[in-house]
């Protein structure tokens, strides 16, 4: 089945920049979509159709898509970003939506 | 304020069954696929199955079709997911989950609940 890779941890200074990607084997043209969960908290829709914010309290959040790798920037991190992100897309040769493993972002 | 609130969970030997539901309030149930996702303590997240607006087109991660059945009640705003031949690997807490659309090929979950934990064992 299709894969989506994280890397399982980013760290990042207050008032930073964090750039956390999610590649896919053959990364085939697809929307992504990004999620935070901080602990014991369901997820969190940040993103969604690769650069759609939600709602205008993540306006520090961007997503983008190159068609090979997606990514998530977080600017001016903050104490409060201290999560695991998540991004998912929809598999159209599986019929299945697919998760990456995720990434534990901590600001130092 | 949109609320899903999941309920059915529980502790159940392996080759059991057991049925989850989720109650939806404040959005119009109808207008959107849904979803339950599971995650296991600790792990990240799993796509289990979505289910369209209208219940005809449905979708299954391979690690639980033919074992699983999502359904919906419209009428109700209720969403369930009926799980036989459990086993211990499906141990987890199950989310359920709003697609922002009606159809399957989801375009990002915005609305989740809380989760009921589905313990497997013997």
């Known amino acids: 089945s299709y894969v989506l890779t994280q890397p399982p941890s980013v760290s990042v200074a207050p008032g930073e920049t964090a750039k956390i990607s999610c590649a896919g084997d053959?990364?085939?043209?697809?929307?992504v979509h990004w999620y935070q969960q901080r602990p014991g908290q369901a997820p969190v829709l940040i993103i969604y159709?690769?650069?759609d914010r939600l709602s205008e309290k993540y306006e520090r959040f961007s997503g983008s898509n190159s068609g090979n790798t997606a990514t998530l920037t977080i600017t001016r991190a903050e104490a409060g970003d201290e999560a695991d992100y998540y991004c998912?897309?929809?598999?159209?040769?599986?019929?299945?939506?697919?998760f990456g493993g995720g990434t534990r972002l901590t600001v130092l | 304020e949109m609320y899903l609130v999941e309920s059915g969970g529980g502790s159940v030997q392996p080759g059991r069954s057991l049925r989850l539901s989720c109650a939806a309030s404040?959005?119009?149930?109808?207008?959107?696929?849904m979803h339950w996702v599971r995650q296991v303590p600790g792990k990240g997240l799993e796509w289990v199955s979505g289910?369209?607006?209208?219940?005809?087109?449905?979708g299954y991660a391979a690690s639980v079709k033919g074992r699983f059945t999502i359904s919906r009640d419209n009428a109700n705003n209720v969403l369930h997911l009926e799980m036989n031949s459990l086993r211990r690997e499906d141990t987890a807490l199950y989310y359920c989950?709003?697609?922002?659309?009606?159809?399957?090929?989801?375009?990002?979950?915005?609305?989740w609940g809380q989760g009921t934990t589905v313990t497997v064992s013997s």
């Open positions: 989950a709003r697609d922002t659309r009606e159809r399957l090929n989801s375009y990002g979950m915005d609305v």
């Open positions: 053959n990364f085939r043209p697809k929307s």
């Open positions: 404040g959005f119009k149930f109808e207008d959107f696929a």
């Open positions: 289910i369209s607006w209208n219940g005809e087109d449905i």
């Open positions: 998912h897309v929809w598999d159209s040769i599986s019929d299945q939506e697919i």
């Open positions: 159709y690769d650069s």
